[in-house]
């Protein structure tokens, strides 16, 4: 009788989770199946806020103009995608610490723009992208 | 004797769930925190190469632009003028968000720019997606 009315009580305390538990795998689910882990590795093409105590002019700035179709010019000069580092490390040991600017016009590829990017950020230099089209305006 | 039994057979079924339950709470928890509701551009664009690894980052806002020079948002191909509106709708539903743009290697760069400062009229700070070679 005593044992009969210890196991009446631990019935009683005993809330069955069965139904929360369902629910709360449910909601599991969903947001394991919803959740998504985009990684991407990305490069700022935006150019920093003009700094007031470095005034812009105090360097020859060399120009890369990329064409329509995707021809590389470094100050005016037709240069290969692959040479276009060694052209700007020659340009910079000329005229010493000079940034970049790299204008291509609006109908060039994503692809090469990036690259000749990449190829001026590696050489150190301060480097920004300007459209044709706002340099023009 | 008889009415003992069935008592004991029952005891044995009911496993104890309370730690399973604590697990599942756990994981819940952290995929509720963690979820962040990305609407992904749609399209696999073939990223431009980049010589450097660069840290990885987690964006919000998405938007692609393809080899056929189509701007695509949240599955869809939208024109460009329809995209400050959306940007606009995104970013009410995400104050904090970041900006990627997913431009292919043949897309033109001018409409990779031109997304670029719609994403900076609309304040969201933005950045091109590239691939390490």
Not at chain 1, 82 to 90: L, Q
Request: hydrophobic share 45%; aromatic share 6%.
């Amino acid at each position: 009788m005593r044992k009969h009315r210890g196991s009446t009580q631990t019935d009683e305390v005993d809330v069955d989770m069965t139904p929360m538990l369902d629910v709360v795998f449910i909601l599991l689910i969903f947001f394991i199946v919803t959740a998504v882990f985009v990684q991407e590795q990305s490069i700022s093409l935006v150019p920093p806020p003009p700094s007031k105590d470095e005034p812009d002019k105090s360097n020859p700035v060399i120009l890369i103009q990329i064409t329509d179709r995707d021809v590389i010019f470094v100050n005016d000069q037709l240069t290969d995608l692959r040479r276009v580092g060694p052209a700007i490390e020659r340009f910079r040991a000329d005229k010493g610490n000079s940034s970049i600017l790299i204008v291509p016009d609006d109908d060039a590829h994503n692809g090469v723009t990036i690259k000749v990017f990449d190829a001026a950020k590696r050489t150190g230099a301060p480097t920004m992208i300007q459209r044709k089209s706002a340099q023009n305006s | 004797m008889a009415g003992q039994r069935p008592s004991e057979e029952m005891e044995e079924a009911e496993l104890d769930m309370t730690p399973m339950l604590d697990v599942v709470f756990i994981l819940l928890i952290f995929f509720i925190v963690t979820a962040v509701f990305v609407k992904e551009p749609g399209v696999d664009v073939n990223k431009p190469l980049w010589s450097v690894d660069l840290p990885t980052e987690k964006p919000t806002i998405m938007a692609a632009v393809d080899n056929k020079n189509q701007i695509w948002i949240d599955k869809k191909i939208v024109p460009l003028a329809a995209v400050p509106t959306i940007l606009e709708k995104m970013k009410a539903e995400n104050p904090k968000a970041e900006g990627v743009i997913q431009g292919d290697q043949f897309a033109k760069i001018g409409t990779v720019l031109d997304l670029q400062n719609i994403f900076l009229a609309k304040k969201i700070s933005v950045k091109v997606s590239v691939k390490n070679q």
